[in-house]
Antibody, heavy 122, light 106 residues
Framework: QVTLKESGPVLVKPTETLTLTCTVSGFSLSNTRMVVTWIRQPPGRALEWLAHIFSDDEKAYSASLRSRLTVSKDTSKSQVVLTVTNLDPVDTATYYC??????????????WGQGTLVTVSS | EVVMTQSPATMSVSPGERATLSCRASQSVTTFLAWYQQKPGQAPRLLIYGASTRATGIPSRFSGSGSGTEFTLTISSLQSEDFAVYYCQQYNKWPTFGQGTKVEIK
């Protein structure tokens, strides 16, 4: 059974750094077809692709947020980590991690985590 | 960036009726198009990929069509559990999502 679960702080202050962890089960991050992506959704708004990471550690980032994002993984722990620096209230959103498995560089998402709501406020 | 535009923003449909949702891409995405269903407080659920292939476990009342820049999601006979927000997503290039269509009970 494939599952993904996000964890991290629910409240962060402006200018701080956010670190989110996605813990996966039911598949291995070392499988060449598996890609984990971070996606966010501000309240009442649409979904926004942020970053992804491949089994060989190749990464890609949203062009608009590239300077503030870092994605990494620990295959032995089945975890993918996203950091977002210099937070602003506009970064308030539900953050999801999701899996792709068809092998395309850019892909659709067949399994999603439940999401974690992060509020940026002083 | 490929801009995805969904219409309508909201549609009111009676249970048992047919719903047709549209998604337009600002440039061709061939058939690299997926549809998701999202209910309040839940993560999106994959319905369709490759523009027309149903994901595992998705009922046959959901169907997708189109290619290039114009796509359609059809729900043949709406059930109570189908009232939700639907998003399209292209993955021909850096993935982008539409703004969503809310299907509400008439």
């Amino acid at each position: 059974q494939v599952t993904l679960k996000e964890s991290g702080p629910v409240l962060v202050k402006p200018t701080e750094t956010l670190t989110l962890t996605c813990t996966v089960s039911g598949f291995s991050l070392s499988n060449t077809r598996m890609v984990v992506t971070w996606i966010r959704q501000p309240p009442g708004r649409a979904l926004e692709w942020l970053a992804h990471i491949f089994s060989d550690d190749e990464k890609a980032y949203s062009a608009s947020l590239r300077s503030r994002l870092t994605v990494s993984k620990d295959t032995s722990k089945s975890q993918v980590v996203l950091t977002v620096t210099n937070l602003d209230p506009v970064d308030t959103a539900t953050y999801y991690c999701a899996r792709s498995s068809s092998g395309y560089y850019y892909d659709y998402f067949d399994f999603w985590g439940q999401g974690t709501l992060v509020t940026v406020s002083s | 960036e490929v801009v995805m535009t969904q219409s309508p923003a909201t549609m009111s449909v009676s249970p048992g009726e047919r719903a047709t949702l549209s998604c337009r891409a600002s440039q061709s995405v061939t058939t690299f198009l997926a549809w998701y269903q999202q209910k309040p407080g839940q993560a999106p659920r994959l319905l369709i990929y490759g523009a027309s292939t149903r994901a595992t476990g998705i009922p046959s009342r959901f169907s997708g069509s189109g290619s290039g820049t114009e796509f359609t999601l059809t729900i043949s006979s709406l059930q109570s559990e189908d009232f939700a927000v639907y998003y399209c997503q292209q993955y021909n290039k850096w993935p982008t999502f539409g703004q969503g269509t809310k299907v509400e009970i008439k």
